[in-house]
């Protein structure tokens, strides 16, 4: 009912930047909150940064004054800027969204995953 698809990784140099972008399509009504987490190999997956849709965020304290997340509405479309990246950074970089979408003449709440997307930062 609902598709995420990421873009934007790569490899980058220590303190470059990358902007991850990640587009909601399908039988959308609303989307809450939208997030992107990441997976660095051997470790568990843990938020990165979320956003709601009145523009609260949220972030880990790894990446405070680093990474900005922003969102536009009318797109369904969650943005992640990083800038001076690390090596600790390199991940498989998942975006999330928690949705409302519609089936007939219902609504239903929904929890959705994009593919992933690798960040790879060498020092």
């Known amino acids: 009912q609902v598709q995420l698809v990421e873009s934007g990784g790569g490899l980058v140099e220590a303190g470059g930047s990358l902007r991850l972008s990640c587009a909601a399509s399908?039988?959308?009504?609303?989307?809450?909150?939208m997030g992107w987490y990441r997976q660095a190999p051997g470790k568990q997956r843990e938020l990165v940064a979320s956003i709601t849709s009145g523009g609260s965020t949220n972030y880990a304290d790894s990446v405070k004054g680093r990474f900005t997340i922003s969102r536009d509405n009318a797109k369904n479309t969650v943005y992640l800027q990083m800038n001076s990246l690390r090596p600790e950074d390199t991940a498989v970089y998942y975006c999330?969204?928690?949705?409302?979408?519609?089936?007939?003449?219902?609504?239903?709440?929904?929890?959705?995953w994009g593919q992933g997307t690798q960040v790879t930062v060498s020092s």
């Open positions: 399908g039988s959308i009504f609303s989307i809450r909150t």
């Open positions: 999330n969204a928690d949705v409302l979408y519609y089936r007939g003449s219902y609504y239903y709440p929904g929890d959705y």
